[in-house]
């Protein structure tokens, strides 16, 4: 059974005491996502949705509940999570209601996974069973990451081969970064998934430009962060540092992936930018997402628009 951390702190104190109470491994645990493993267990707010959603049905889905989280500058209401029917339904929570979107697997135009430290996310992009093109985000506490496996790998391409032997020949296409970007490569190996064949790859390190020079010092503004693009048999894969992260000895902590399946592709194309080169990923249901690259990465862009037509059939 699960862990229900609400009822832990209940045990230990008494009652649900204020967060100014709670030391910090009590408040962490509040942040924690849960795994609901019956009906009975699913919050009352959400238990007509759920005897709509499920009927008849004896097997009782996976499901997830992210607490609600107040940062500074920045809540995340409570949202629940639950696949059905080859369909992702997060359900957000507004005090005693309830804003339920469902995204048929195949309708889903793409993905974003991000990690910071203790943060981590989901955005899903896509167009919900009502016919809405839309988004939605679910936020947790990296330490509950493998309670969303289930729900990344329904959304990512699905092969029925499992040999290990394959996949890791594939994931040492990326060796290459062991010298230039050790957590890239990590990144990058992880990523993939089996049955996924590695078509071209693109590295690009961080690019700053001097802004002032002051008693002899430059001082640098980040024109993009480094990134690394995958061109699989199946879809787009790029991994990137988060801007909002600041260096720590030259390092981002944390990372995000961006999966988008070769399918939802429109179109891609190459233009230069003030003296650097932008990568145009043109997305189904109006999707959009640029990357900047030096100018020195001219011909693999090119290898990389080529190589992306080809599977595009274009």
Known sequence: MSTDVGSIIKA??????????????????????????SYDD????????FKTLLGDSKTFPHVVLTPALDRFL???????????NDTIYVVERDNNQIIARGYPVKAIRDVEVGEVLLR??????GVTIDGFSTSSTMEFNSANSGRFTSFLKRMRPVSSDSDDTKLSAEQDKFNYLDTQNFKFMNYARNSLVHGEKVIYTLWQPEIREAIVTLLGRPFYR????AHFTILTDKEIIIIRDDERVEESKGIRHGGIWHYIPLRNIVSLSVKPTNNLLTLSLNLSNNGHLDRIFAVSNKQELENLQNETKKLMGK
């Open 42 to 49: 699913v919050p009352e707010v959400y238990k007509g949705f």
């Open 222 to 225: 980040t024109i993009s962060t």
């Open 120 to 125: 981590s996310w989901i955005t899903i992009n």
């Open 74 to 84: 920045h809540k995340t209401p409570e949202r629940l999570v639950c696949d059905v």
């Open 12 to 37: 230990i104190f008494g009652a649900a005491p204020s967060l100014s109470l709670l030391t910090g491994s009590a408040q962490t645990m509040l942040s924690w996502s849960k795994v609901i493993e």
